[in-house]
């Protein structure tokens, strides 16, 4: 609920409409979950939240540590269908502890991603932004219980299950109340969107206002590659032409994702063309991503020396590259994978 949804429930239930925000800093800002807990709230007020309202819609029903920082949730929705997100805690070079969460806004996805688990499955529904945001609720609890010194997220991606350009309104409201003061009070250069490129849907992001981070997928270095592997690809000057206008729109670098997959797109020539693409491109980074397995995908993993060679020849071009680390290989780091085992599980 944004603040006017939350007036309206507060004096649905005899409260005064300026306890909206009192609920909302409790719901949002302290992430409480009991709202007999909510002690500035009258005891009537919060014995008539109660009876009406829910704080959670979802369950935590799986949970796997890789040992390495990385803890994945699944959360069993109200309708059983089952969205994943993750936590990574990384200590930085600088010595400063950077807790970052990748989370879902739909079950399944209808982009169809030939390197991906959950593309394989289709788009099962869109999240509402209640789902969207309730993730962030079941990672608090997580991160109270690992009890360490850094004990709320320093990073939102919203890279988890699905394509949040494609649940445009439902996205937006939740990242709306991500970053009010009056809701999780979180800076939107904090936040990133991260996209397969829906051209009109960067364009709308663009234009509201926000200062989020935007990535955008590549994966490919001309239509026919990146088709190959994006079935629903919808061409890359429309894509690069929509994120040079979010540049300039909201003065928010652009990162573009590539990932590496052996044997298809991780050889030299392609490297110096992903060259050709980028380096115009008003401050851009690429993000290399060497493909975790994915079983049935029929794809592979890149050899670290590709990896190395295509690193190298980005940097000799003098693009900002990183490599991401493969992270929690052992808990089901692909998207959707953790997923595709729950649901095998339950209907075997
Ligand atoms: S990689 Fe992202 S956009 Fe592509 S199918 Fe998977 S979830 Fe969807």
């Not at 930085?92 to 970052?100: I, L, M, N």
């Not at 209640?130 to 360490?148: F, N, P, T």
């Not at 060679?309 to 991401?324: C, I, P, Q, S, Y």
Request: aromatic share 6%.
């Amino acid at each position: 609920m944004n603040l006017d949804e939350l007036r309206e429930a507060v004096v649905a239930c005899n409260g005064k409409p300026f306890q909206a925000k009192q609920l909302a800093q409790w719901l949002y800002g302290k992430r409480e979950l009991e709202f007999d807990r909510m002690t500035n709230l009258s005891k009537e007020l919060r014995n008539n939240l109660q009876q009406r309202y829910r704080l959670l819609t979802s369950t935590v029903v799986a949970r796997e540590e890789s040992g390495e920082g990385t803890t994945k949730l699944g959360i069993r929705l109200h309708d059983g269908m089952i969205i994943e997100a993750v936590l990574m805690r990384e200590t930085r070079a600088d010595g400063a502890e950077r807790v970052t969460t990748c989370i879902s806004t739909q079950a399944g996805c209808a982009m169809g991603c030939r390197f991906c688990a959950s593309g394989q499955l289709g788009l099962k529904r869109h999240l509402s932004a209640g789902e969207i945001l309730e993730q962030l609720l079941h990672l608090s609890v997580l991160m109270r219980e690992q009890a360490q010194a850094v004990d709320w997220l320093t990073n939102v991606v919203v890279m988890g299950m699905g394509e949040p350009l494609h649940n445009f309104d439902n996205l937006l409201k939740a990242l709306t109340i991500l970053n009010a003061e009056w809701g999780f009070h979180f800076g939107a250069r904090r936040v990133t969107v991260s996209t397969v490129g829906l051209p009109d849907r960067i364009r709308q992001l663009a234009e509201q206002g926000y200062q989020f981070n935007l990535a955008i997928s590549l994966h490919g270095v001309d239509d026919a590659s990146r088709t190959a592997l994006i079935p629903t690809n919808a061409g890359l000057a429309k894509i690069l032409d929509a994120a040079k206008y979010y540049f300039e729109q909201t003065r928010r670098e652009v990162t573009f994702e590539y990932t590496l997959v052996g044997g298809k797109n991780d050889d030299l020539d392609t490297a110096q063309r992903l060259v050709e693409l980028v380096k115009d491109f008003p401050r851009a980074n690429v993000n290399l991503i060497p493909m975790n397995p994915v079983e049935n995908s029929g794809l592979e993993t890149p050899t670290t020396e590709a990896v190395n060679v295509f690193t190298e020849e980005l940097r000799l071009a003098g693009v900002n590259v990183h490599v991401r680390r493969r992270r929690g290989r052992r808990v089901q780091a692909a998207c959707g994978q953790l997923r595709l085992k729950l649901e095998e599980a339950s209907s075997g």
